[in-house]
C-alpha cells in the first residue's frame, strides 16, 4: 500500500512570502491531519478533515494559514503571509477512520528567511 | 488541557543495554496512548498503541506499559541496537466526540553507540 505522499520536501522562503504544500493521503482514508512539528517539539495538530469537512481546527491560526481538501481526497496547506515562526516541519497524516490509529506522511521542511 | 512530558530529552547507551522512556500526561481521562518512532528527516511511524483499558502492550524487544490512574507510562526497549537510534514520542488521545486529536510529549532522543 503506498503511504502518504507530501510535496514538497523542503521549501526556502522569506518572511511575508505565500507557500502552500500538498498531501495525498492514502487510498480510501477518510480522515486526514495537519501537524506542525518545531524544531526540539512533539507534532501540533493544525487541521483534521473528515472527507471534505472540517472536524477540528482549534489550534490553525486562521489569520494566515487556510486549508482545503477538496472532492475528500488531496489536500494543501497554505500560509500566507509567512512569519518567522512558521519555520517548522508540516506533517501530513491520514487514517481510515478518526479513531483508527494514523498514518504520517515524511513531511514538508520550511525555512523562513 | 491535556500536557505531555517525556524524560530524559535525551538518551545515549551502549549496545545490549535495557533502557527505559518516561511519559506523564496531566488529565488521565485519555481513549488511549502511543507510541511512536521519528528517524530524521522522516514521519512518524507507530509503535505501540495502548488503549485505555489495557495495562501494557508487547511487540518484539518493545513493551510499553500504562498507569492511567497515575497519569504515566512507560516504554521498554530490551538489548538495545545501533538501529534503535531515534527520536520516540508518546501521544495521548482524548476522548472529544470527533475523536483522533492527538496530543504529544516533545520526545526523547536516543543513541545507541555500538
Known amino acids: 500500500e503506498a503511504g502518504v505522499a507530501q510535496s514538497p520536501r523542503y521549501k526556502i522562503i522569506e518572511k511575508r512570502q505565500s507557500v502552500a504544500f500538498w498531501c495525498n493521503p492514502i487510498?480510501?482514508?477518510?480522515?486526514l491531519y495537519w501537524y506542525q512539528q518545531i524544531l526540539g517539539q512533539g507534532p501540533k495538530l493544525l487541521i483534521q478533515?473528515?472527507?471534505?469537512?472540517?472536524?477540528?481546527d482549534s489550534q490553525l491560526p486562521k489569520d494566515r494559514f487556510s486549508a482545503e481538501r477538496l472532492k475528500g481526497v488531496d489536500s494543501t496547506l497554505k500560509i500566507q503571509p509567512a512569519k518567522l515562526e512558521d519555520s517548522a516541519v508540516y506533517l501530513c497524516a491520514s487514517s481510515p477512520s478518526p479513531n483508527q490509529p494514523q498514518h504520517f506522511g515524511d513531511g514538508t521542511r520550511l525555512s523562513i528567511l | 488541557k491535556q500536557e505531555v512530558t517525556q524524560i530524559p530529552a535525551a538518551l545515549s547507551v551502549p549496545e545490549g543495554e535495557n533502557l527505559v522512556l518516561n511519559c506523564s500526561f496531566t488529565d488521565s481521562a485519555i481513549y488511549n496512548l502511543q507510541w511512536f518512532r521519528q528517524d530524521p528527516g522522516k514521519g512518524l511511524t507507530s509503535l505501540l498503541l495502548i488503549q485505555s483499558s489495557q495495562r501494557e502492550q508487547t511487540s518484539g524487544r518493545l513493551n510499553a506499559s500504562l498507569d492511567k490512574s497515575s497519569g504515566r507510562s512507560t516504554l521498554y526497549i530490551a538489548a538495545s541496537q545501533p538501529g534503535d537510534s531515534a527520536t520516540y514520542l508518546c501521544?495521548?488521545?482524548?476522548?472529544?466526540?470527533?475523536?483522533?486529536?492527538?496530543?504529544f510529549g516533545e520526545g526523547t532522543q536516543l543513541t545507541v553507540n555500538p
Open positions: 478533515f473528515q472527507n471534505n469537512g472540517v472536524v477540528d
Open positions: 487510498s480510501g482514508h477518510a480522515t
Open positions: 501521544a495521548v488521545r482524548g476522548w472529544e466526540t470527533s475523536g483522533s486529536r492527538l496530543t
